[in-house]
């Protein structure tokens, strides 16, 4: 039951009102009570003659108003708590009425908190004091520290900090972002707004390299994913590399095994050949021939062209066998630099992820039977019984997951086999079933590796927003641009897996503080203090 009350002035709320309002209160929560007790004895009603009771349904927390002022903006279910507890007043105003009733006496205070943010240009002119010293060259007085960035300019710190979050953070584009600088009085022309955005980023570019070589070294496995991204008027692709504890996007020309190598590598290519060198080029059923030219001594070089320059120098160009051997090698370069050959990497399948460890992701794994189109009801029927056995399988494997016991391994092994294993009568579903049977191992990777999540979700949630950037922008026309598009949607990605505000983060280091640690010392404590990160494989 609920009542609309005409809005009640302060002046009017007279001891009376009050008290008549409380007694408004309590019979409302009385026919409240009431009618939830008739509802209950209604359903147990329905039940003794054998039908449904109501089903309970939930308002959607999505079109559902709060109930009052205090719960707006609160997510249901999420404990409440002060608004205001945690924030940083920076003002405090003290008010009081012009002019106090007669007889008034002062009592105290009541806090009222407004959030408010301050968005204007803010010019100034430093007046540098200049010195001539007798004999020597004149002296010019420094500026204060934080005033200017650590690229040096005309624009403040603040403003380059602003920049680079709408266009990296609110995904503003630079026509938009030129127009809404104008709009708050900043005299800044398209060249120079391009210049801030794409020109000495290198301490940025850096420190991405840092978070690819240290979350590869300090993680177990790492999810991949790629998509679309043109650049210069060109198709080309963008690689998303990444965990719980970082995210590394990449944009390249093309999409294959070698590519991906490289970009695990970062910008320094590293080969080295050494066991699991060796063991690729086995399963790739590399010429013995070719082998034993280049196993005649441990070999590591860094560079393309060094290594170009010894397969040359082997007589190794065979378009095949250079291809074959440069994976292997940049395989045994990761290896030499600290990744470790038992990384699991989980992908969608394509067979250009499938290196070290590979593990495959179970709903794109089902996805082709989602697709189908049954011809009659029985082929209906079929599809719909084997999606059903495949995600039961799936449910059975996620609690295992969550609590490994090695004596389901067997049980749940005998379940897949027996799942793919079936021969239902319909082409396109056998197909289905045949693709998965082929990758088992793949698949059932949670057995032994229990941290490995059964999904690729979230490399494909990190790469989405990447996906947004490309329709809202389309492509890029220069490297620096491109460059930077990669740089910055890594850095704030993972400044969201660490706990670190973007904003926060470029504050500092636009700066020079140094005051937020480097993003590759956050990954390494994240890593220490989450178990699952290093998580031991299920003996066998």
């Known amino acids: 039951m609920k009542i609309e009350l005409p809005e009640i002035w302060p002046e009017e709320r007279t001891p009376l009102v009050e008290a008549l309002l409380g007694i408004i209160q309590q019979l409302a929560d009385r026919v409240a009570e009431l009618e939830e007790t008739n509802r209950h004895m209604r359903d147990q009603v329905a039940v003794l003659q054998g039908q449904q009771p109501r089903p309970t349904i939930r308002p959607s927390i999505l079109s559902t108003p709060p109930t009052d002022a205090s719960d707006a903006g609160r997510r249901r279910g999420k404990p409440t708590r002060p608004k205001t507890a945690e924030l940083t007043i920076h003002d405090t105003v003290t008010l009081h009425l012009p002019e106090p009733p007669v007889g008034a006496t002062l009592r105290g205070y009541e806090a009222y908190v407004v959030q408010e943010l301050r968005i204007h240009n803010h010019n100034t002119r430093y007046l540098r004091a200049r010195y001539e010293v007798p004999g020597g060259p004149s002296v010019l007085a420094p500026f204060p520290a ?3 960035p650590v690229e040096g300019g005309h624009f403040g710190p603040n403003l380059i900090a602003y920049i680079l979050d709408q266009y990296h953070q609110a995904q503003v584009t630079e026509p938009l972002l030129l127009e809404q600088l104008w709009e708050y009085g900043i005299d800044i022309s398209a060249g120079q707004l391009h210049r801030l955005l794409t020109e000495n980023k290198e301490p940025f570019h850096q420190e991405k390299v840092e978070v690819l070589a240290t979350g590869l070294a300090e993680s177990s496995y790492v999810g991949t994913d790629d ?5 210069q008027g060109q198709n080309g692709y963008c690689t998303a590399i990444g965990n719980d504890l970082f995210a590394v996007f990449e944009s390249t020309d093309s999409k294959s095994r070698l590519n991906f190598l490289q970009v695990l590598q970062g910008p320094q290519r590293d080969y080295a050949i050494n066991e699991t060198t060796l063991a690729y080029w086995e399963r790739q059923k590399l010429a013995v021939a070719v082998v034993a030219r280049l196993n005649q001594e441990p070999y590591a070089c860094v560079g393309e062209a060094a290594w170009q320059a010894r397969l040359t120098a082997l007589a190794i160009t065979d378009e095949r066998h250079v291809r074959i051997v440069s994976e292997g090698a940049l395989l045994g370069g990761l290896v030499a630099r600290g990744v470790s050959p038992e990384l699991v990497v989980l992908s969608d399948g394509a067979p250009q992820f499938v290196v070290f460890v590979h593990a495959s ?11 189908l189109v049954p011809h009659h009801e029985a082929h209906r029927a079929v599809i719909e019984q084997v999606r059903t056995k495949i995600w039961d399988l799936y449910q059975d494997l996620r609690r295992y997951r969550e609590q490994p016991e090695e004596a389901q391994r067997p049980v749940l092994a005998a379940r897949f086999d027996a799942l793919v294993g079936q021969r239902t009568g319909y082409p396109n ?9 082929e990758h088992k191992a793949d698949l059932l990777r949670v057995l032994e590796r229990p941290e490995v999540p059964l999904h690729n979700n979230g490399t494909e949630s990190d790469i989405r927003e990447f996906v947004k950037r490309r329709k809202i922008s389309g492509g890029t026309r220069s490297a620096a641009g491109r460059r930077c598009r990669d740089t910055f949607a890594s850095l704030k990605k993972t400044c969201r897996k660490l706990g670190v505000r973007f904003w926060d983060y470029l504050q500092d280091r636009v700066r020079g503080l140094g005051q937020i640690p480097r993003l590759a010392e956050l990954i390494r404590q994240k890593a220490r203090q989450t178990p699952i990160a290093n998580v031991e494989a299920v003996p066998g």
């Open 146 to 148: 934080g005033v200017l």
């Open 227 to 231: 998509t679309g991204a043109r650049h």
């Open 361 to 371: 992701c179970w709903i794109h794994a089902e996805r082709p039977l989602a697709k």
């Open 429 to 437: 579903i056998d197909g289905v079933l045949k693709e998965m049977r």
